[in-house]
Nanobody, 117 residues
Framework: QVQVAESGGGLVQPGGSLRLSCAFY????????VKWYRQAPGKERELVAT???????NYEDSVKGRFTISRDNLGNAVYLQMNSLKPEDTAVYYC???????????WGQGTQVTVSS
């Protein structure tokens, strides 16, 4: 059974940057697709970025050009570099790892990102 844990959230001013980390605990990390989601108050959880096992990436339109997702298969971690942050990026950010073999996944507890002056 795998687990993931997010870290790196916090309070940042508009235009600032944050780097979120998702630590993976378990075996076979390189066979997992990893996604970052976010959920703002009163809104549904939305997919922000995805990194495949081979390192291919996809982004939600509103974060393209500002956010970068990357993975470290040796270190069992995925990162979300967030630049040019906007107040509308304020949300709890969640990491989700999904096994390519089984389709089973694990969610983290979330990390709060607040963009405010």
């Amino acid at each position: 059974q795998v687990q993931v844990a997010e870290s790196g959230g916090g309070l940042v001013q508009p235009g600032g940057s944050l780097r979120l980390s998702c630590a993976f605990y378990g075996s076979g990390f390189s066979w997992y697709i990893v996604k970052w989601y976010r959920q703002a108050p009163g809104k549904e959880r939305e997919l922000v970025a995805t990194v495949s096992s081979g390192g291919g990436t996809n982004y939600e339109d509103s974060v393209k050009g500002r956010f970068t997702i990357s993975r470290d298969n040796l270190g069992n971690a995925v990162y979300l570099q967030m630049n040019s942050l906007k107040p509308e990026d304020t949300a709890v950010y969640y990491c989700n790892a999904v096994s390519m073999a089984t389709g089973n996944g694990a969610w983290g507890q979330g990390t709060q990102v607040t963009v405010s002056s």
